[in-house]
């Protein structure tokens, strides 16, 4: 083979016996190249390409990634625009009844929960101090569709909505209302009526304290009101803790938990499909 | 490459192609080849298209790899991608059948069922029909380009192509249901990957059976390289009798008493060979063993009242043995040794084995995914749930349902939260025919069940109508100090 070869044309520089050889470009390389070169006066022509003193050239085609952007997301809200209207316009009560809204439903509220009430409520909807829990079957303003429906839409004492949650405990401590033997009786009788280990002395003289003052929201049996946003004081779960240092701040200074109206920033779907997110974690009534 | 090299430029290590013309040759091993032909590429384009009744919700096509749906359909066997080790399991027995042939009767495959082998053979019938034999093909290629070569080469190469594009056709057709794909190919609604896999075997077709042929066997096979390791002196080849051929000469040396073998060099052999060989050499790397010189050879034996055979199938062990006079063992005998015999029992107890787990396997089958977030939720009155994600997988064609039953934790219920019914200690699902259906449970226990912060709960799903029950343990999380040694104090 390489007898065949001609002598291959040099540059004439030379360094310690190495020698720079000027072999010409492959064949194909160079066609590539001027194929790329056509192709590329195509592209300027066709597509927007050049940046000029008043925005880039345009093209002739008139594509823009912008436009192709809003056409596919266009297309993607028409593609749901069905689904959506049932989820707006059925009765909330109706909705766990029909599982292929439903489960739209759930899904999408899973994605509005992330991003507008992991905040506060965390990303297991689990909550925490202060913070309700809306996995468990505890709740302060009820867990049917309509009453999550009707929290999630006005929020909880926000401000310049007519409609808000407004639950009113009095601050019994602060506002020198008990004074704070009284406000110890009274954590006694609420710890022997949720089944935790209490001072037999003081629990009785508590439970008078408690039937004057706190009956009226809670109820004679402390199993609380949802009208008033009151908890049940008798059962497992407390939002603030349910041990002696707690109960007695909750009652001292009283507890004044928000959330917002969200129907200030949300659309009506995307609140239903948080109603119906909310209501599937498995405390939903 | 400027300095001058110092010793002599080395040779090229690539060898220029020659070209090989195969004569016509008739006889019995090519009447096996033709049957085998046949058979092999009916087999290969009628499978697709046929049907099989699986009944409203399984494809009725008889043989179906359905890569979308994720499932291979063979008759009434249907696969699932977790039990593709049948899949692993058929190619291993492939390999070992392979072993098992070729120690017995040598490149059997190579000579006979090979695709490349067979559709050279459809390749030649074609070029031969159109350029005639091997005179008038070499003639034909020596021949300028006038316009009768034009014609005969553009209407092989026609011909050729169309074939082709067959082959690459009808391979689609095992992978979705043959009649619409056929269908939409027609009307150009195929999609991509259809057009794409008919491009790509139409031009593997045509360069490898058209164009390529014996170079295939001789220097892209790995099999010939291999197949050495599988042949040994007790294996049935192609072989030329050498003490009987030689020395060679023609009939009027030894009718003018020259002490000749019985080959009258003819080179009948060395013509009609596809890849271009003398197999008078000896067993060669080029050989595929696919016996048309042996038709060849008989063909001129008989011409010249000789005895047959000269070429034939033997071993090694039994030419000497033949050479020598001595009377040979039974082939039988000859074919079942060891080693065959150990090949034949591996290769039987893997398909033995296969189809004993086949006829055993369940129908049905559960996975349980505890939730971790939340991991747990106390519940008003006490109690703790959790969550889980359990997923059936219904391997019959028909739908079923699925009681769910809950052990290992005392007085442990489950809830649909979506239905929000009553906990239950069974609950009912509905499973979709041949497919996986995904359900959120949730289990609530007395938190004085559990035996700490982890427990065990086993998920036990029982098809209604009785036929399979799966099981599978899961983790059930409670708080640190859950369970029955349980401080009554829990004052924090």
Not at chain 1, 121 to 149: C, E, F, R, T, V
Not at chain 1, 231 to 247: C, K, M
Not at chain 2, 42 to 51: A, E, K, L
Not at chain 2, 97 to 119: H, I, K
Request: proline share 6%; with cysteine.
């Amino acid at each position: 083979m390489s007898k065949d070869k001609k002598p291959v044309e040099t540059t004439g520089h030379e360094w310690d016996g190495i020698q720079e050889l000027n072999n010409p470009l492959p064949r194909w390389w160079l066609w590539v190249f001027a194929a790329c070169v056509v192709f590329a006066f195509g592209y300027a022509v066709l597509f927007p390409a050049i940046p000029l003193p008043g925005g880039n050239s345009k093209g002739t085609l008139g594509w823009s990634s912008r436009a192709k952007v809003e056409r596919e997301m266009a297309e993607l809200e028409a593609s749901r625009s069905a689904v959506l209207k049932g989820i707006e316009q059925m009765p909330l009560a109706d909705l766990p009844k029909n599982p292929a809204l439903m489960n739209a439903a759930i899904e999408g509220g899973r994605s509005a929960f992330k991003v507008h009430c992991v905040q506060c409520h965390g990303s297991g909807a689990a909550g925490g101090n202060g913070y309700p829990n809306l996995n468990d079957d505890d709740w302060l303003w009820g867990g049917d569709m309509d009453s999550i429906h009707t929290t999630l839409t006005h929020g909880i004492r926000h401000p310049g909505d007519d409609n808000t949650r407004m639950s009113q405990m009095p601050a019994f401590g602060k506002d020198q209302l008990l004074t704070k033997a009284e406000i110890d009786a009274v954590v006694e009788h609420v710890r022997k009526i949720s089944g935790q280990e209490s001072n037999a002395a003081l629990a009785p003289k508590g439970a008078g304290i408690f039937a004057q003052q706190c009956a009226s929201c809670h109820g004679d049996d402390g199993k609380g009101n949802r009208m008033f946003g009151a908890p049940n004081l008798t059962d497992a779960i407390w939002l603030y803790g349910g041990d002696r240092a707690s109960l007695h701040n909750t009652i001292f200074y009283a507890r004044n938990g928000v959330m917002p109206a969200w129907n200030e920033r949300l659309s009506e779907a995307t609140i239903r499909k948080l109603t119906a997110y909310v209501h599937s974690l498995g405390g939903g009534e | 490459m400027a300095t001058k090299p110092a010793g002599p430029a080395p040779e090229s290590l690539y060898k220029a192609r020659t070209k090989v013309f195969p004569k016509k040759v008739e006889g019995s091993f090519r009447r096996l080849k033709w049957a085998i032909l046949f058979i092999t590429l009916g087999i290969y384009y009628i499978t697709p298209w046929i049907r099989w009744d699986r009944g409203p919700y399984a494809p009725d096509q008889a043989v179906l790899v359905d890569l979308a749906g994720r499932r291979f359909f063979f008759g009434p066997i249907e696969i699932w991608p977790q039990e593709f080790y049948y899949v692993a399991g058929l190619l291993i027995m492939a390999g070992l059948g392979l072993f098992l042939v070729t120690t017995s009767v040598g490149r059997a495959w190579c000579g006979y069922a090979c695709p490349q082998t067979v559709w050279t053979d459809l390749y030649m019938a074609v070029e031969r029909w159109i350029e005639g034999d091997r005179n008038a093909r070499m003639k034909l290629d020596k021949a300028p380009y006038d316009a009768a070569k034009i014609a005969k080469r553009t209407t092989k190469h026609a011909i050729w192509l169309v074939i082709a594009l067959l082959t690459g056709g009808a391979w689609v057709f095992y992978f979705a249901d043959a009649p619409t794909l056929l269908g939409e190919i027609v009307r150009g609604e195929a999609p991509f990957a259809a057009y794409g896999a008919i491009a790509v075997l139409t031009f593997t077709t045509y360069s490898l059976a058209g164009l390529m042929r014996e170079q295939v066997c001789t220097y892209m096979c790995p099999w010939p390289r291999i197949q050495s390791a599988m042949l040994d002196e007790d294996s049935f080849i192609v072989t030329y009798k050498a003490w009987r051929g030689e020395p060679r000469g023609s009939v009027k040396e030894r009718e003018a008493g020259k002490a000749t073998g019985d080959c009258v060099d003819c080179m009948a052999c060395v013509n009609v060979c596809p890849t271009g060989i003398d197999i008078r050499n000896g067993a060669q790397l080029e050989c595929i063993t696919c016996a048309l010189c042996i038709d060849a050879c008989n063909d001129i034996m008989d011409k010249l009242e000789r005895p047959r055979d000269l070429i034939g199938y033997t071993t090694l062990n039994r030419d000497v043995q033949e050479s020598k006079g001595e009377t040979l063992a039974p082939i039988w005998k000859t074919l079942l040794r060891p080693r065959v015999l150990i090949y034949l029992a591996v290769w039987s107890a893997i398909g033995l084995g296969m189809l004993a787990v086949l006829a055993g396997r369940d129908r049905m089958d559960i996975s349980v995914a505890q939730e971790r977030n939340p991991v747990f939720v106390m519940l008003s009155d006490g109690d703790i749930r959790n969550g889980y994600t359990l997923k059936i997988l219904n391997k019959e064609a028909r739908p079923r349902e699925f009681d769910i039953m809950l052990e290992g934790i005392e007085g442990a219920r489950l809830t649909d939260p979506v239905s929000n019914a009553a906990p239950a200690e069974t609950l009912r699902l509905k499973v979709r025919p041949d497919g996986v259906d995904t359900f959120r449970l949730q289990v609530r226990a007395p938190a004085a069940a559990l035996s700490g912060e982890q427990s065990e709960i086993v998920f036990v799903a029982r098809s209604v109508d009785g036929e399979g029950e799966s099981r599978e343990t899961a983790r059930f999380t409670g708080p640190e100090n859950s369970g029955p040694q349980r401080e009554e104090e829990d004052d924090r």
